[in-house]
């Protein structure tokens, strides 16, 4: 597919036992229905042209001579098809039998893999029948032709080298050491494993943790295709269970028992990337043979989800997450107020959003270090674009929490710095705006100073990136609580804070999140309402988060960002819209890397920082001609 993905599904067949024709013919079936979808890759369970509860039946001869007649059939239903297909089946090779999984493309067997770890406990007694797998690649004769055979061989898409694939055996997953682990070292983003997992109670959520946490130990994608309608159901009962997951995040998986199937696209790009920043991930190709395959890039949609709030969870996950980032907000600021022996922390409260969430944090801080909501000195500064809406928000919320209050009108100040440096008061330009900003500070700063405290900083993770912020002005405090806050976020949790602490401060809180986002530096328009909004003036916070997400966290270039945009922003935003900010995302987060090269220390709260000290380090004057010049021709 586009930008790396690639399209995957595990299949539970209905099969019989011991009837190597009828299952293949089934197979080939779901091989034909995969290709009409478009799939890449497409994982069946283990043993699934024999069954995998055989029995003494493995050891007849007639039984192996069928499976490998049947692997014919599977071989020639893979002919002119574009999809890599994994099929298990038993192989004897000499005076030994393995239990294997048979690669196949485009009407070729390419390799076969033996199981590494066979299970002889509890019901299962695979050691009776087979062999395990030794380390050696060797070349067998199997099917009329010689191939390779072992454990160590990769699968890579010639066209999408990102494509690489590795496989394991069922229990080769629930074994201390998986072969998946050198597979993952050897290049494979994705792992198959072909499986046979039988049912019984709290195995299902165990198999899904499991799947989960080797996709994200192994910071790859990981499809498992599980035996399901058609084996014995003497001694025990197979689900079906397929789950596809990536990086620890789980995509699809398939209903158990309802003959299903688990479907997505996993981002091979990505996990690439992301090994690549991890430097814990060592790549160590030794050993390994690398079978290459032809299967271009196909066309398809993207099915799985793409969140247009990739920094905002769902449901019932979001609320443990504003309890979570609060608490580290708030335990890192009373560290800090510890630390430096400061009596208070001083708050400059506009009505907004970010300095409701700072003064909610500073709040939080003092309750937990027993100290009194009277040490938080919050400060109102109207001026010359203070609305009467967004002062007496900053009133009810200051009241509201008992914390210590002043206002400080800025308009005189403001005038009289104008009339110090020759500004006219009527040229509304930058120099009016920023005054305004840093007279602000100015006063925050010798507060904290006149006080014994700290200046809390309101500024959060998306003004950062943008550099919307006045450098020497709201860019500056003694401890940035919000640094590392996406615009995105806030709102939740300024919503949570409410719901947590309820009564009038809930009501004041909802007034808060009602109010448009702005600077509010110049002059109310004739109704007395906000005339400088925000988002009219750099573009949709919404928009610009997603594609910070992209960029930092993703390491997204920009057409893929683009492509991702318009699917999760496809009934908000025209294409062209969605264009006009993406560069002017790129043309801001370079231009203003000079005020993140000099911020106040912050907690970092998730996977996304820009300190100079933590997370991301960029020279200023680094150059954005590559992103915008992809962005741009899109």
Not at 136 to 146: D, I, L, P, Y
Not at 229 to 248: C, K, P, Q, V, Y
Not at 254 to 260: D, N, R, V
Not at 322 to 330: E, T
Request: aromatic content about 8%.
């Amino acid at each position: 597919m586009k930008h790396a993905f690639v399209k995957v599904r595990a299949s539970s067949p209905a099969l019989r036992v011991g009837d190597p024709q009828f299952n293949a013919e089934r197979i080939a079936e779901e091989i034909a229905r995969a290709e009409e979808d478009g799939t890449e890759l497409l994982v069946l369970p283990e043993l699934s042209l024999s069954g995998y509860t055989c029995g003494d039946l493995f050891l007849h001869g007639e039984l192996l001579a069928g499976c490998e007649r049947a692997l014919r059939t599977v071989v020639g239903a893979t002919e002119g098809k574009r999809q890599l297909v994994f099929v298990g089946l038993p192989v004897a090779i000499g005076a030994n039998l393995y239990n294997c999984a048979a690669a196949l493309f485009g009407g070729k067997l390419l390799a076969l893999i033996p199981k590494t770890c066979l299970p002889g406990y509890g019901e299962f007694y695979e050691p009776r029948h087979f062999t395990a797998a030794d380390k050696e690649t060797k070349t067998v004769f199997f099917c009329g032709e010689h191939i390779p055979f072992g454990t160590r061989i990769l699968f890579r898409n010639e066209q999408n080298p990102a494509f690489c694939v590795g496989c394991e055996i069922c229990e080769d997953l629930w074994a201390p050491v998986s072969p998946s682990l050198s597979h993952a070292a050897a290049g494979a983003n994705i792992i198959v494993n072909l499986s046979a997992s039988n049912e019984t109670v709290g195995k299902l959520d165990y198999r899904r943790l499991l799947v989960k946490s080797q996709s994200g130990k192994l910071c790859c994608g990981y499809v498992y295709a599980d035996a399901g309608r058609g084996e014995s159901t003497s001694d025990m009962a197979f689900a079906g269970h397929n789950l596809i997951a990536e990086n620890g995040i789980l995509l699809s998986e398939s209903l158990p028992f309802s003959g299903g199937r688990a479907e997505s696209e996993i981002d091979a790009g990505f996990l690439e990337r992301e090994r690549r920043r991890l430097t814990t991930f060592r790549t160590e190709e030794g050993g390994y043979t690398v079978l290459s395959f032809s299967a271009g890039n196909r066309e398809g949609e993207l099915t799985r989800k793409v969140d247009p709030e990739p920094f905002v969870p769902q449901g019932r996950e979001l609320e443990k997450r504003c309890g979570l980032i609060l608490s580290i907000q708030s335990s890192a600021l009373a560290k800090r107020l510890e630390d430096t022996k400061a009596k208070t922390a001083v708050v400059g409260i506009s009505g907004g959003l970010d300095s409701t969430l700072a003064l909610l944090v500073a709040v939080r801080a003092f309750d937990f270090l027993q100290r009194p909501r009277e040490g938080i000195l919050a400060v109102s500064m109207p001026g010359f674009g203070t609305t009467l809406r967004t002062k007496n928000n900053a009133m009810a919320l200051m009241q509201a929490t008992g914390v210590s209050m002043r206002t400080i009108n800025i308009g005189g100040s403001v005038n009289r710095h104008f009339k110090d440096i020759g500004h006219d008061p009527e040229d509304r330009n930058v120099t009016y705006e920023n005054a305004q900003a840093r007279m602000r500070t100015m006063i925050l700063m010798d507060l904290a100073n006149e006080t014994g405290g700290l200046v809390i900083g309101t500024g959060d993770l998306s003004e950062l990136a943008l550099g919307w912020c006045t450098y020497n002005g709201d860019h500056m405090s003694m401890y940035a609580v919000n640094c590392s806050v996406p615009k995105t976020l806030v709102k939740s949790l300024v919503a949570y804070e409410g719901k947590r602490l309820g009564g009038r401060i809930e009501a004041v809180l909802r007034g808060v999140l009602n109010t448009e986002i702005s600077p509010e530096l110049l002059p109310p328009d004739e109704r007395g309402e906000i005339a400088q909004k925000t988002e009219d003036l750099i573009g949709p916070y919404e928009l610009h988060d997603f594609y910070l997400y992209s960029f930092l966290r993703r390491g997204d270039p920009p057409a893929k960002t683009f492509f991702l945009a318009q699917i999760a922003f496809r009934d908000r935003y025209d294409r062209a819209t969605l264009k006009k900010w993406l560069v002017n995302f790129y043309r801001r987060f370079f231009s203003q890397q000079f005020k993140r090269n000099c911020v106040p220390d912050g907690v970092k709260i998730g996977s996304v920082s820009l300190s100079p000290r933590a997370d991301w380090r960029m020279p200023s004057d680094a150059s954005a001609a590559l992103w915008l010049e992809e962005a741009e021709n899109l």
